[in-house]
């Protein structure tokens, strides 16, 4: 089965903090992204990697940045947290290329930086 | 610029009741759309359709797309409570997914 999981399902933490959200899939697929998503405004792609440290910006990359050090996991970073940046977070992962399959979502990460 | 819009924002409907969801696009380099459920937490996928137009079922799921409209829908019959969701659509370009604002529904007993 397909698996794709998250390292926090909850996280509170304070304006200017560092923070890491964690993502691994065990499916061993090239493609890995980050998506936020805000009621009415759908999932956003932020950032995604088609490989081992290779990293591209989505469309609302600033504030963020990625890690990529090993195929199965993908990091993202908030190198100073803002209030706007409380959000859910949701990891996928997809096989190349995005045609006959799906992406795969983790169980997403609510973040309140308060 | 690349868009996906999705029609009605939210919709409430009775048990037994037809739903049907509304996804335009207007992404370059167009490959398929993907429609997904959300409920509490991970977005699960529920059809792949390409300009192909052949139309997917699931159960009282339906789905197809109007390659010349740019557009599809999804259709949901006989609905239940189970069928509460946000309902997404994305437009799948050079292996990026372009996300639509989603249809929350909710269907009462």
């Known amino acids: 089965d397909v698996k794709v999981t998250q390292s926090s399902r909850y996280l509170v933490k304070r304006t200017g903090e560092k923070v890491f959200l964690e993502c691994v899939q065990d499916?061993?697929?090239?493609?890995m992204f980050w998506y936020r998503q805000d009621p009415g405004l759908g999932l956003r792609l932020i950032y995604f990697s088609y490989d081992v440290k290779m990293k591209e910006k989505g469309d609302i990359p600033e504030g963020y940045s990625v890690s990529r050090e090993k195929k199965e996991r993908f990091s993202l970073i908030l190198e100073s947290a803002s209030t706007n940046q409380t959000s859910m977070y949701l990891c996928?992962?997809?096989?190349?290329?995005?045609?006959?399959?799906?992406?795969?979502f983790g169980p997403g990460t609510r973040l309140l930086v308060l | 610029e690349d868009k996906v819009v999705q029609s009605p924002l939210s919709l409430v409907v009775h048990e037994g009741d037809t739903v049907t969801l509304n996804c335009s696009y207007e992404?370059?380099?167009?490959?398929?759309l993907l429609w997904y459920k959300q409920e509490k937490k991970a977005p699960t996928f529920l059809f792949m359709l390409t300009s192909s137009g052949i139309e997917k079922k699931s159960g009282r799921l339906s789905s197809i797309l109007d390659k010349k409209e740019l557009s599809s829908i999804l259709n949901i019959t006989a609905t239940q409570t189970g069928d509460s969701a946000i309902y997404l659509c994305a437009a799948n370009w050079v292996g990026k997914l372009q996300f639509g604002a989603g249809t929350q529904v909710v269907v009462t007993p």
């Open positions: 499916m061993d697929h090239e493609n």
């Open positions: 996928a992962s997809s096989p190349v290329p995005v045609t006959k399959e799906t992406q795969y």
């Open positions: 992404v370059t380099n167009f490959r398929s």
